[in-house]
């Protein structure tokens, strides 16, 4: 694929993600648009620093949900995180714990830079939200 195409649908596929989310579905109705973004990622390898920039701007709002223009929303960076396993997405999220919490992890206990850690387990316990996961 031509790689400003598939820029651009990495951008249509997010913000379809999020615009489920803000309408106020749940993860069980988003989870197919995230799954795109997943694959897409891992077809397209160019798009990794795309995403990575989008990711970081989201994290630098003070309540970074991802619901807003051209946010990547929570719940799909924890699952990219989970599914992917990049160490920049670590990376942006413990810069987030230094520029808000001051370093202090412990003040983070309920913040994306937190959940983001988790789900690199294999054992994430949000994995039950996704049918994916299923049995």
């Given at each position: 694929?031509?790689?400003?195409?598939?820029?651009e649908l990495l951008k249509i596929l997010v913000e379809n993600s999020a615009r489920i989310l803000r309408a106020g579905f749940g993860v069980d109705r988003a989870e197919s648009a995230f799954f795109d973004v997943i694959a897409l990622l891992r077809e397209e390898s160019s798009l990794k620093n795309g995403f990575l920039a989008m990711v970081e701007r989201s994290l630098e709002e003070r309540s970074p949900s991802g619901l807003h223009e051209g946010g990547v929303p929570r719940e799909l960076l924890e699952l990219a995180a989970h599914e992917l396993r990049w160490p920049e997405l670590r990376e942006l999220a413990a810069a987030r714990v230094h520029r808000f919490f001051g370093g202090n992890e412990a003040l983070a206990i309920s913040d994306v830079s937190r959940s983001v850690g988790e789900a690199y387990r294999d054992d994430w316990e949000d994995r039950e939200f996704y049918q994916r996961y299923e049995a």
């Open positions: 694929m031509d790689a400003e195409y598939a820029q």
